[in-house]
């Protein structure tokens, strides 16, 4: 049973198109995160969730909108969709105040 | 957050230890020195931590200097599958589980 899961794995899209990283985990965990991989590997914080509510914005464009129905999911809504959002974006959790993050596997989008 | 310093790429033969450095010459008093590896193509894995005891759990042991400026990462008996990028994270638990990332150390074993 996969503790975090992120879908799609792979997104290929052309420029200006909106699109949506689905990430759910079964852990029980309070609070999720988005993460971006960038093609250098430098790995960054966008998000993070704590029970539904937004409690980290590392300065990301308004492009992009993260929706937390509730706290077990943790959706990235990207709208017009440019070149330099290519990247692997990753989804984690961990318990509240917690540095113990689980990740999932990822999701390449590519966008053209 | 502490700034850490790892170096760009080691190399380990299969079966002997892998010591994996990793300089915090700047860590505060309530950081702590935490470990991910993240093995090609997959998301980050949490290895370990510690604060200033040494510490060991089934997958590593950490060891961290009496002054606290610098830590390693063991790996007792490394296998083709720890093949991955280590990094070494200080943490100050204030922020919200947000974990900062370097460049870590591109650890590879070889047969």
């Known amino acids: 049973d996969t503790a975090v899961s992120q879908t799609p794995k792979y997104l290929v899209t052309q420029m200006g198109n909106d699109k949506s990283i689905k990430c759910e985990q079964n852990l029980g965990h309070d609070t999720m995160y988005w993460y971006k991989q960038d093609s250098k590997k430098f790995l960054k914080i966008m998000f993070s969730y704590n029970n539904k509510e937004l409690i980290i914005n590392e300065t990301v464009p308004n492009r992009f909108s993260p929706k937390s129905p509730d706290k077990a999911h943790l959706n990235l809504h990207i709208n017009s969709l440019e070149l330099g959002d290519s990247a692997v974006y990753f989804c984690?959790?961990?318990?509240?105040?917690?540095?113990?993050?689980?990740f999932g596997q990822g999701t390449r989008l590519t966008v053209v | 957050d502490a700034k850490t310093t790892q170096p760009p790429s080691m190399d380990c033969a299969e079966g002997r230890a892998a010591n994996l450095p990793c300089n915090h010459s700047t860590i505060s008093g309530n950081e702590y020195v935490y470990w991910y590896r993240q093995i090609h193509s997959q998301g980050p894995q949490y290895i370990i931590h510690?604060?200033?005891n040494n510490e060991t759990n089934e997958m590593a042991s950490l060891i961290i200097t009496e002054d606290r400026k610098s830590s390693t990462l063991i790996l007792p008996h490394a296998t083709l599958r720890d093949t991955a990028v280590y990094y070494c994270i200080a943490v100050n638990y204030n922020q919200g589980g947000k974990l900062i990332f370097g460049q870590g150390t591109e650890l590879s074993v070889k047969p």
């Open positions: 984690a959790s961990s318990q509240v105040g917690g540095y113990e993050a689980f």
């Open positions: 510690g604060l200033k």
